[in-house]
């Protein structure tokens, strides 16, 4: 029995996490790598007495210096203790995915390729000889389908051969005679100094003649340096004078020349390719008059289904948790230890699980439209119009639609962005989306005002915080970011009907971390909520005697020129600072939640208009975020410059656009 640690490694949208996730089932976290904001994700497996870790590494296009993730990625290649590098392709894009391969193979990586999707790749009519090109890349080559188990028993077998019988991949690579005679000079003069040696003296050179940064500074440190920099820019200079391109764009073009020839050796291709089932969708859901209302109302649809479904499931959570109050005031009376039951714990906590069915739904749907490829869809729907009006194009839409879910996941998706003002603008606007904690409060709300018309109004709010969010960006792209427009590439990878597994495993995830919020940060919030609605000793429960109340009332006209100048939504939207989803649990804990629905419902009517319920809405959904949120940006950007710009500037929107609501509503004569 042996302990063996591989790595994941590939193109984004290559089925990497599905073959993560088919490997490692349930046995697997998600952490963070050491000094990094990026996912880790680990699993393992056991397979013919060997236990064996698996790392996901991130999604990369190359291993260059310039995001986190390729650093990440590389890193992990050249400093970890690992057996094997399986790199999954993408067959039906070979060409492209084995541009990552070469990289890794320039490393001297023990890999081992996973040839996935190979039944989109005979759509397009690919035939790929995979015992041939194996041979041309001197490293196995395995035929899978990451969604199912075909060719997951000789992977598995491979791997543990690979892993008993390592190869240095670098060896079978080819370059012009030109490039390989001169890296070889530089080659010589980087092995003078024995201690760069951990990894390929090629690679290095290679990297030097990139201008990679990491490389430069680990130059830096080298007894031999000025020799290497001399050599490194003669090299330069010299393949400027051949060529005549720089020494970075005669690199690319001796991989491309290399995956060329191995790709004439293995692919055939048909004269004419076949218009693929993704192609043809597209035409539909991407054409430039269609694309945006089908977007529309896919997100309408999202809402519509959320309620259907998810309404009976929270009755029944809402009658559960009626009942044991009912039980628990029965059993103890009404006492100090009953009050902190019902109205604290069950009221805080059980307030926003309530919302657990839609929560799910959401997490569900959203699953599905991003493992099919709908999302990077919506991106590209929204390039043109974010491009025109904003001046970013449809790459920020991605953590955009990310936040939906959640807002940090969405922060730290405007990693990938190249261009650094555009991923700061980007990072500043997540927040307007609303995420699914913010949920549990428009459920909340609707159900007491609006039943009648629940998706549309949520809808709205969707709509409302994709416009302002826009509306910031331009704002901010035009004075404190100001800047030329960044060129853009976006790659619509094959719609795939994902995998159940694939999809409960995401939801179950995502799920899970509302469920454990509810079960800290909430039931902390709940229990400190319910001290001050409680104390001091003789005064009514949640009344504005009580120390909540009094704290309330000093915050309380703060938000009479929104409408809602009662202290209760006050000191709702206070504690919502820690977590939106406790605006709920506020709520639930003043009112109780012993009571029936209904009741809350009254109770809510004698603080909220339809209007003013409207507009706190608003406000909720564009005010400051949630502690983990503001963490996120500190981590991303290195300091509390932006998560403290990103708390005013989402304070004074908040209270702005709330403010233009409530005006345009009694304008309208709605109040």
Known sequence: MANLKIGLAGNPNVGKTTLFNNLTGLNQHVGNWPGKTVAQAK?????????VEVIDLPGNYALSAHSIEEIVSRDFIVDEDSDVIVNIIDAANIERNLYLTVQMMELGANLVVALNMNKYAQDKGYTINADKLSELLGVPVVEIEAN???????L???????AANPVDSSKKLVYNNELKEHLAELQAVIEEDKNLLDVPSSWIAIKLLENDEIVEEKIEGSSKRNNIVNETQKVKDHLKGIFGEGSEEVIANARYAFIDGLLKESLTKPDHLKTTISEKIDRIVTNRILGFPIFLVIM??????????????????????????DAIIGSLGETMLSSFLVNGLIGGVGGVLVFLPQIILLFLIISFLEDCGYLARAAFVMDKLMHKFVGLHGKAFIPMLLGIGCGVPGIMATRTMENEKDRLITML???????????????LLVGAFFAANESLVIFSLYLLGILVAVIVAFILRKTTFKEMDAPFVMELPDYKLPTIRGIIMHTLEKSWGFIKKAGTIILVASIVIWMLSYFPAGVEYGSADSAIGTIGQVIAPVFA??????????????FGLVAKEVVVGTFSSLFGVAEEGAEIAAAMHGIFTPLTAYVFMVFVLLYIPCFAALGAIKQETGGWKYPLLMAGLTLVVAYVVAFIVYMIGLGLGLG
């Open 156 to 162: 598995l077998k491979t791997i543990e051969q690979a």
């Open 43 to 51: 699993g393992s497996y056991k397979h013919s007495g060997n236990e």
């Open 148 to 154: 199912s188990d075909i060719g997951k028993e000789q």
């Open 561 to 574: 020129p929104l409408g809602f100048g009662e202290w209760q939504p006050a000191v709702a939207l206070l």
């Open 300 to 325: 309408y649809a999202m809402f519509e289904i959320v309620f259907t479904f998810g309404a009976p499931f929270q009755d029944l959570i809402d009658e559960f948790f009626g009942i044991l109050g």
């Open 429 to 443: 606007i997540v927040p307007f989306m609303s995420c699914s904690a913010r949920m549990p409060v428009y459920l």
